[in-house]
């Protein structure tokens, strides 16, 4: 709709009794526009009509307030960018530090459990990881009670895993207790694993080969030298049994070469072994003084370690009914 301002000359209102006609205003202005209502009575203005401002003064425009405004809203997002970019690095600082503390150990977890599905299969692989980490954790756990700081966790391929002690214990029956207590926790879960094969037909024949690899691999743990958990143990008994367990070491490792049967992995326990059999064995009234160990606390470690092989052993023996046969 079009619309003309009227002739104003003829009035008698004070704004409106000059001779002259009104500078023209641009009624496109969008501040003079005026939203559509209902208007009675004899009023001019029409429905959604542009009406002028009856005083032009009243429209000034504050420049410097628009300034001030956009400045302190400027503030205000620049608060709340910092806000967020602080948050963000919090954030980013406390997944570093997760990483640093487990990430290694879930990186050659996840290794370990795609080395071990291309030999046994996915469902083995990650019962097999599963109960490494048990083990370990019952160092972990042992270590915490103790006061002694935990370094982390690594899980090798084809070894098995390890998890690490920032300091060294304050005597032998410490590191004794932290020793038997992976084995401890490890026949727990591979006896769980037994239960569960006992209790599921369908799934019996995996349920059982995880609890027989437990098993072994907790009795295995238990050869009496460092670096293997019986080390730890049975040092704290008469150190004088490292002897017996390294000359068992290299017994098996001939008769394998003997046979034709000769493993590297076992080698390696070898190395390890001779590494830490001749860093402990030095007489030194320190050395003396950390594996200083009550009688009645030798004879408990001395019952736990052989009851626990023994437990073991008969896990072992109950397991193999239920494993499938070899095709």
């Not at 000359?9 to 005026?34: A, C, I, K, L």
């Not at 998890?163 to 401890?184: L, Q």
């Not at 691999?217 to 293997?228: G, K």
């Not at 046979?259 to 992995?265: E, F, V």
Request: net charge neutral; aromatic share 12%; with cysteine.
């Amino acid at each position: 709709m079009s619309w003309k301002p009227e002739d104003h000359s003829g009035y008698s209102f004070s704004e409106y009794n000059r001779q002259t006609r009104p500078e023209p205003v641009g009624y496109t202005d969008p501040r003079f526009y005026q939203p559509r209502s209902e208007v009675g009575g004899n009023a001019t203005a029409q429905v959604g009509e542009y009406r002028g401002p009856s005083s032009l003064e009243n429209y000034t425009v504050d420049a410097g307030a628009e300034q001030r405004e956009a400045a302190q809203r400027g503030s205000v997002d620049g608060k709340k960018q910092r806000r967020v970019s602080l948050a963000n690095l919090g954030s980013l600082g406390a997944i570093i530090a997760l990483m640093a503390k487990f990430g290694l150990a879930s990186i050659t977890a996840l290794i370990s459990v795609a080395i071990y599905a291309q030999i046994f299969g996915w469902v083995f692989a990650i019962g097999l990881v599963a109960l490494l980490f048990v083990h370990e954790m019952g160092h972990a756990v042992v270590m915490k009670l103790k006061g002694i700081p935990v370094g982390g966790m690594i899980f090798i391929p084809l070894l098995g895993a390890a998890v690490f002690m920032n300091r060294m214990p304050r005597n032998a029956k410490d590191e004794a207790e932290v020793g038997i207590a992976g084995p401890v926790a490890g026949a727990l879960a591979s006896s769980v694993c037994l239960v569960l094969s006992l209790t599921n037909p369908e799934s019996s024949a995996i349920w059982a080969s995880l609890a027989y690899f437990g098993f072994f691999m907790n009795l295995f743990n238990l050869i009496p030298i460092l670096p293997f958990d019986g080390g730890r143990v049975l040092a704290a008994i008469d150190r004088r049994i490292w002897i017996i367990g390294f000359i068992g070491l290299v017994a098996v490792q001939i008769w394998e070469w003997i046979s034709g049967t000769g493993s590297i992995w076992l080698l390696i326990f070898i190395v390890m072994a001779a590494t830490q059999f001749f860093t402990r064995s030095p007489n030194t009234p320190e050395t003396q003084a950390y594996y200083t160990v009550p009688l009645n606390e030798r004879v408990v470690l001395g019952l736990a370690y052989f009851g626990l092989a023994a437990i073991l052993v008969l896990g072992m023996s109950m397991t193999t009914g239920f494993m499938p046969l070899p095709r």
